[in-house]
């Protein structure tokens, strides 16, 4: 089935990563069938909501049936390029940049830090299980317009400069897990990860909305 992804809302587009990896446990699980309110209840996004984002890709399912999982995971990862490989890079091997560079999402394998880059002596040079920390002055050359994605771990006061510098080398993503708010051209899309504000907004709902 071709689906014009320009069609697919941004909200939607947003959540199929969270459909997938939960297809995914689900075929792992040997299961064939899904409902959509099964659905629901484990990603917590309501039925209608799915049923809706469902209907912009065509008729996946039929009603009281429920979906296939094997149909919807190919579907995903057609939709979601899972086929490829992502190529990412670090920047910034702190301790948040070190957690992530061990992590490196081994669960996608879609996806996977490359390579990584930092200033400080006692890191560039060195590996992260098998991923390479460099100097940032390589980065141009080394990314060589061939990463797209950048994850930002360096201090806050770093963050706008070092991301001059990464969208100056060709990055078009930064997943940006500084607390700055980073100025960057309309061509490149930034996604923001404050762990802090997170936790405190978690904190405070708890407190103040109590379910
Ligand atoms: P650490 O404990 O290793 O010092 P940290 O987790 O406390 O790190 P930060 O001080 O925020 O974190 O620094 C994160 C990383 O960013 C460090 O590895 C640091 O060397 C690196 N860094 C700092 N300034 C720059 C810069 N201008 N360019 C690239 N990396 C930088």
Request: hydrophobic share 40%; no cysteine.
């Amino acid at each position: 089935m071709d689906i014009d992804q320009a069609k697919i809302p941004q909200a939607t587009a947003k959540r199929l990563p969270l459909y997938y990896r939960f297809l995914e446990n689900l075929h792992a699980s040997g299961k064939h069938r899904v409902s959509s309110s099964e659905l629901s209840e484990a990603v917590k996004v309501d039925s209608a909501t799915i049923r809706r984002d469902f209907s912009y890709f065509g008729a996946l399912g039929k009603k009281g049936y429920g979906y296939n999982v094997n149909y919807l995971l190919s579907f995903f990862r057609k939709t979601l390029d899972q086929d490829e490989v992502t190529k990412v890079t670090l920047v910034g091997v702190g301790n948040l940049g070190t957690a992530l560079m061990n992590y490196n999402f081994s669960k996608n394998n879609s996806t996977r830090i490359e390579m990584a880059f930092d200033v400080a002596e006692d890191k560039v040079g060195k590996k992260i299980g098998s991923v390479p920390i460099y100097h940032l002055d390589e980065f141009k050359e080394r990314v060589a317009n061939e990463v797209e994605v950048a994850i930002l771990t360096v201090p806050a006061n770093a963050a706008q400069q070092i991301a001059d510098q990464l969208v100056a080398g060709g990055i078009k993503g930064i997943l940006n897990f500084t607390p700055a708010r980073l100025t960057v051209p309309d061509d490149v899309r930034v996604h923001h990860i404050d762990l802090s504000v997170e936790l405190q907004s978690l904190i405070y709902f708890l407190r103040h909305y109590p379910i």
